[in-house]
């Protein structure tokens, strides 16, 4: 999809696309309400800025769709296929690490009661890891503003990486050939 496409897509269409990069309602409701963008910047500016004002329990409900670091995500949806390209380092991670990072996620889980979220493109296993276990010693209100914020870099790469920006369009044909009578 293209912004564009975005820009004019049904309010529905709309919704459901930008529910992949983060599933706040009010967030996407706002994006949406926002249209038409006409610019990638503008869109990212101001669905950042939004996301920097999500609530706890906001935060909170949209984790229900993040699967856990180093399970591949299940489904066919644009959810899913995201979660897999995100964690695709992951999937290749040796079995001490993919065994360490089960021990962590299961940790995690125990110590905040809720799924443990990174931004997880970009990073290696290893270093996902390392983060992890950082986190596992960390502040319960600090962690929450960790996992708000790893949401809003999720969300940000999901909206940049789903959306191109308008097709430029194409030069105008030159004129044809005057004709003499």
């Known amino acids: 999809m293209d912004l564009s496409e975005f820009d004019t897509a049904p309010p529905d269409e709309a919704r459901a696309a930008a ?3 983060a599933a706040v309602p009010s967030w996407v409701d706002a994006l949406v309400a926002g249209r038409p963008w006409g610019d990638l910047e503008a869109l990212a500016a101001r669905a950042d800025a939004l996301a920097r004002t999500w609530t706890r329990a906001e935060v909170e409900a949209a ?3 993040h699967p856990r670091i180093g399970e591949r995500p299940v489904g066919d949806d644009a959810g899913a296929a995201a979660s897999r390209r995100e964690q695709a380092a992951v999937a290749g991670a040796g079995t001490s690490v993919t065994e360490a990072l089960a021990a962590g996620n299961a940790a995690y889980e125990r110590r905040f009661d ?8 970009g990073r290696s296993p290893e270093e996902i890891l390392a983060h992890l276990r950082r986190r596992l010693d960390a502040d319960p209100d600090e962690e929450s503003a960790e996992v708000a914020d790893q949401l809003r870099q999720i969300a940000l ?7 191109t920006a308008a097709p430029a369009a194409a030069p105008a044909a030159p004129p044809a050939p005057a004709v003499a009578p």
């Open 19 to 21: 529910g992949v990069w």
């Open 63 to 65: 984790l229900a769709h």
């Open 114 to 121: 809720r799924v443990f979220l990174i931004r997880a493109a």
């Open 157 to 163: 790469l999901r909206l940049r990486t789903s959306l």
